[in-house]
């Protein structure tokens, strides 16, 4: 049986990318695990999709080294990638990842085999993942511009990807890669909300999440998050919506000051989960210290909120959902991990059962820096934590990136990638 790493867990640092003097790590802005365990893959300011492979010695006694094992730097942000929900070390065409780049098409890459054809040969820094297996094309019909999706998201048996675009999703077939199969439109017109009844709700499309396969109530249900903080529920397979909602402190489509609402108000969604069960969605902001959880069976309020998870900054601050694995379906106990600006990992566990504001059931220390993102290992044994901080003027030598000078502000900004091994007592 794996271990509950969340209440009464001891944490320490397994693996890291320190000392980075030889190899400084960028700011991290995203990181994802893959399902089965086996590699890391992140985004970072330097614009570069890194993946990592995960630590196999967890001892307390000797800290592993982390360096990237395949690489590729990108001429524009990154905005976005998803990993293969079938990713499985052992495939080699299953360990794919999608990536949206900004004025680029949807590219699909390989994240452990890179373009060579030589495997022999003895190799020197990171696998070059550059080359593309396809392109999938997001072309607006009226200018002809490219436009890059803000989110992206997988269907759960791997045959399609959900792309957040700004007032709408396009819905793609992994083998087709001209044009989207399908387009869900959060609201009917953009110039005149009153056509097609006045309903839906405008913004870019910044975070998606589709529903686990072990739900058995909301199956094929897709969840899109707005920066306008509006959330929207859609049938991914009819492209009609179920359901959509505003978030609390929204009062005719503007965020309003309420006093009394200002633990749970934010500025814009930056990350949606479901629990495995499918039975309830967890909902993370810019600028807000809470977590607010919803009940499928009635998105009008808010269930409860995880607060104080200290993440009171532009910077996006990830989280996750963990539940023993074999158990997702069973509608059991799950946990929730989030990272905060305190350098801090704060743990809830079974927040869906309680209401109100909801203190953290765990502490754990996870060294200085913000923690920007928590990945709990499927078995787990271990959490993977990433971190970065931009330091306006910072004069601290060998640490991350120095950048600006002259005719614009000096600034240097770092990164950090560690690997917890988690002992529950």
């Known amino acids: 049986m794996s271990p509950r790493p969340g209440i ?12 980075e003097k030889d190899s400084p790590v960028s700011c991290i802005a995203d990181a994802q695990l893959s399902p089965d365990g086996t590699c890391i893959l992140t985004t970072d300011y330097a614009r570069r999709f890194s993946v990592y492979a995960f630590a196999s010695d967890l001892s307390a006694q000797h800290r592993q080294h982390l360096a990237p094992y395949a690489r590729f730097a990108s001429a524009n942000p990154i905005w976005a990638f998803a990993v293969n929900p079938y990713f499985d070390l052992n495939n080699p065409q299953t360990t794919t990842a999608l990536v949206s780049s900004r004025d680029q098409y949807v ?25 593309r ?10 200018t002809e511009a490219v436009t890059a999706p803000m989110s992206l998201a997988w269907s759960p048996d791997g045959a399609y990807f959900y792309a957040g675009q700004r007032n709408k999703i396009a819905i793609f077939d992994l083998t087709y890669t001209e044009d989207p199969i399908a387009t869900i439109r959060t609201i009917p017109s953009t110039r005149n909300k009153l056509k097609g009844g006045g309903w839906g709700f405008k913004g870019h499309v910044s975070a998606l999440s589709a529903c686990p396969p072990a739900s058995s109530t909301n199956a094929n249900a897709l969840a899109a998050g707005t920066r306008t903080r509006y959330v929207g529920i859609y ?11 505003a978030l609390p402190g929204m009062v005719n489509g503007k965020r309003t000051d309420n006093p009394g609402l200002q633990d749970s108000i934010g500025d814009g969604i930056t990350q949606l989960k479901w629990s495995p069960d499918g039975r309830y969605l967890y909902v993370a902001e810019r600028s807000s210290d809470a977590l607010l959880i919803y009940d499928v069976r009635n998105f009008s309020f808010t ?3 995880c607060s104080g998870r200290k993440a009171l900054t532009r910077q996006k601050m990830g989280f996750d959902v963990w539940t023993q694995m074999g158990r997702e379906d069973e509608g059991g106990s799950h946990e929730i991990w989030a990272g905060g600006t305190d350098g801090k990992v704060r743990v809830w566990r079974d927040p869906c059962l309680r209401e109100g504001a909801l203190d953290a059931d765990e502490v754990i220390d996870g060294g200085d820096g913000p923690t920007s993102n928590v990945l709990v290992h499927p078995y787990g044994h271990a959490a993977v934590v990433s971190k970065g901080e931009i330091e306006v003027g910072g004069e ?20 950090r990638l560690d690997i917890l091994g988690l002992r529950s007592h």
């Open 133 to 142: 297996l396809a392109s999938y094309k997001l072309v607006d019909k009226l």
């Open 303 to 305: 269930l409860g909120y």
């Open 107 to 131: 590219n699909l890459h390989n994240a452990l085999w890179g373009s060579s054809s030589n495997n022999e040969a003895p190799r020197q820094g990171p696998v070059d993942i550059s080359s």
């Open 396 to 415: 601290e030598q060998g640490r991350g990136f120095s950048r600006g000078g002259v005719t614009q502000p000096a600034y240097s900004e770092w990164g």
């Open 235 to 245: 049938d991914a397979i009819s492209s009609k919506e179920i359901t959509h909602f």
């Open 8 to 19: 009464g867990a001891s944490a320490w640092c397994a693996a890291s990318t320190a000392p």
